[in-house]
């Protein structure tokens, strides 16, 4: 599976305002930033970014999946403190 092809599924699905993806054929690592995830417990986060990957993860194509969950204001303050 594609890095792209991941974020077009997540970017349809939700109400997402950036999504970054890397990874390598079957490991990925997402950073998804929007404003629904202000609402929500990590869990629930975690929980809304699996639901549109499900079938790519029950037939394998996904195997590993890394998460980072932000709303807008999140990401900029992390962005600022890492040095993005």
Do not use: C
């Amino acid at each position: 599976m594609e890095n792209s092809e991941i974020k077009d599924v997540l970017m349809n699905a939700l109400a997402l305002e950036e999504v970054q993806v890397t990874g390598d054929g079957s490991h990925f690592q997402v950073i998804a930033v929007g404003e629904l995830f202000g609402a929500m417990s990590r869990v629930k986060q975690q929980q809304a970014i699996y639901a549109p990957l499900m079938e790519y993860i029950a037939d394998n194509r996904i195997h590993a999946l890394s998460i980072k969950a932000y709303t807008p204001e999140e990401w900029k303050r992390d962005r600022k403190l890492n040095g993005f």
